[in-house]
């Protein structure tokens, strides 16, 4: 039996990597998936090769009038949400390598990292627990990072944006419960998972086993993530087999925080 049939899934950043894993794993397993993100083209595709059960919606995570807009339309088509993933984030350094230091980081750098990963989380959930509250059950799950644990010199807007991730995460579980919701909420934390934002570093040829082995030397599994192994993980948390577990934090890191403190490059 299909493990999410019957349940309403919203995915943000669901256009590529992990939420598109995350969109796949929900679509297979019975879901009706709302597959959301500002990469519309690339979204759309999505939707329409699962075919029946996904749809795309445009929703720019910084904006509460693109929430109010997409969790009005869901709730009106479906009267339900079960499952929220908040995954939509951003490095900072997509508009070039600019300084991400604590010392040199402009405030305006700071302020769109946090936009995106700490805002587009915080209005994620305030709509998502609205939207839940219809039937008082629900389960959202928000995307943190590796380096929302350990500190990043090089990437300090990330690395804050992820911590204040982790900690909000337990906010909402316990606001939820003292509000007498079967409302879960949880994050997932990734380190080294293999995406396209990695390809540019990796690239192509005969030197590409060797630049992967270097970014993983420190791993003790000894090699990248996969993004199934990420969503396996998130359709744990969306699945009622997991109805005692809230607020809780579940690192993908292969075995990094185990027994190193090393920050990540």
Not at 44 to 54: C, D, I, K, M, P
Not at 114 to 134: D, W
Not at 232 to 256: C, H, K, M, Q, R
């Amino acid at each position: 039996m299909q493990k999410l049939s019957g349940k309403v899934a919203l995915v943000t950043g669901a256009a590529r990597g992990i939420g598109e894993g995350i969109a796949r794993a929900f679509h297979r397993e019975g879901a009706e998936v709302l597959l959301t993100d500002i990469r519309d083209d690339e979204g759309r595709a999505l939707a329409a090769a699962l075919g029946e059960r996904a749809t795309y919606a445009r929703l720019d995570v910084r904006l509460e009038a693109d929430w109010e807009r997409v969790v009005g339309e869901l709730l009106a088509r479906h009267g339900r949400l079960d499952v929220l993933v908040n995954n939509a984030g951003i490095t900072g350094f997509e508009g070039g390598a600019g300084p991400h230091d604590p010392e040199h980081v402009t405030l305006e750098t700071w302020r769109a990292v946090h936009a995106t990963n700490l805002e587009g989380v915080l209005l994620g959930c305030k709509h998502g627990i609205r939207a839940m509250r219809v039937h008082g059950t629900g389960s959202i799950i928000n995307i943190g990072s590796r380096s929302g644990l350990v500190g990043i010199p090089g990437a300090a807007a990330y690395a804050s944006s992820k911590g204040a991730v982790r900690n909000h995460t337990k906010s909402v579980a316990l606001y939820c419960a003292e509000q007498g919701l079967a409302i879960r909420c949880n994050v997932v934390q990734p380190a080294a998972i293999l995406t396209p934002m990695w390809e540019p570093l990796l690239g192509s040829g005969p030197g590409r086993a060797a630049r992967m082995d270097q970014f993983t030397k420190d791993t003790p599994l000894r090699r990248f993530g996969t993004v199934d192994e990420v969503a396996a993980l998130v359709l744990y948390l969306a699945d009622d087999a997991s109805a005692y577990v809230t607020g809780a934090e579940f690192n993908v890191d292969g075995g990094l925080l185990a027994g190193t403190a090393a920050r990540p490059a």
